[in-house]
């Protein structure tokens, strides 16, 4: 199977311009959560999405949004650039969920850079 | 709140030495504990979760929720287990999960 993938992989953005950063899960997986990864704060979460549903968010900024589509591919949005969303962002998928008997996969991750 | 803590940003053995990577959670009920690692160059990838009880690797992780710590313990490092470990905590419906800050494994010959 293919793994997790993200495009594109890297990224320069100036203040203030928005910015859509996509995942494709493994075939067959129906979650899909992503992190924002930075050397200071390590890997934070931000959504999670199941069947087009958001199941939860973390603790940013409403910004930061995302979507799934049909087919399980996510997307998600960065509004209002600061320099401080200069980071990793990473996908996981898995088959329903993160919890104990699902596995998440990660992707290679979209690098951000804010200027 | 829910929270992960590794206290060790650097850990530096030498090989053939016992290692331990510590973390300390906060959870109100029944969390699920997950070791991810991160080779060089490598993607994030599950290394092991408590409730399988497995050893990947040579690494096992107990789950002392009196302590509310779950180690990951090797017994004999080698040079090929340099790499990141994250300590991670998932919610019970699994949809959501909290990642510690992580701790750099360096493993000397």
């Known amino acids: 199977k293919a793994g997790v993938t993200q495009t594109p992989r890297y990224l320069i953005k100036t203040r203030g311009q928005q910015v859509t950063l996509s995942c494709s899960p493994i075939?067959?997986?129906?979650?899909v959560s992503w992190y924002q990864q930075t050397p200071g704060q390590g890997l934070q979460f931000l959504f999670e999405?199941?069947?087009?549903?958001?199941?939860n968010k973390g603790n940013f900024p409403g910004r930061f949004s995302g979507r799934q589509f049909s087919n399980s591919r996510s997307e998600m949005n960065v509004s209002t650039l600061e320099l401080g969303d200069s980071a990793l962002y990473l996908c996981?998928?898995?088959?329903?969920?993160?919890?104990?008997?699902?596995?998440?996969?990660f992707g290679p991750g979209t690098r951000l850079t804010v200027l | 709140a829910q929270r992960v803590t590794q206290p060790e940003k650097l850990l530096s053995v030498f090989k053939g030495a016992p290692v331990e990577l510590k973390c300390n959670y906060s959870?109100?009920?029944?969390?699920?504990l997950f070791w991810y690692v991160q080779y060089s160059r490598q993607r994030l990838q599950l290394l092991l979760r408590h409730i399988s009880r497995e050893s990947i690797k040579g690494f096992t992780a107990d789950l002392n929720k009196g302590e509310t710590s779950f180690h990951l313990k090797k017994p004999f490092a080698q040079e090929e287990d340099s790499a990141m470990y994250y300590c991670?905590?998932?919610?019970?419906?699994?949809?959501?999960?909290?990642f510690g800050a992580g701790t750099r494994l360096f493993v000397k010959a």
């Open positions: 999405y199941f069947s087009e549903t958001q199941r």
């Open positions: 996981a998928s898995s088959l329903v969920a993160s919890g104990a008997t699902d596995t998440q996969y």
């Open positions: 991670a905590l998932s919610d019970t419906g699994g949809f959501k999960t909290i």
């Open positions: 959870y109100s009920g029944s969390p699920e």
């Open positions: 075939s067959g997986h129906r979650s």
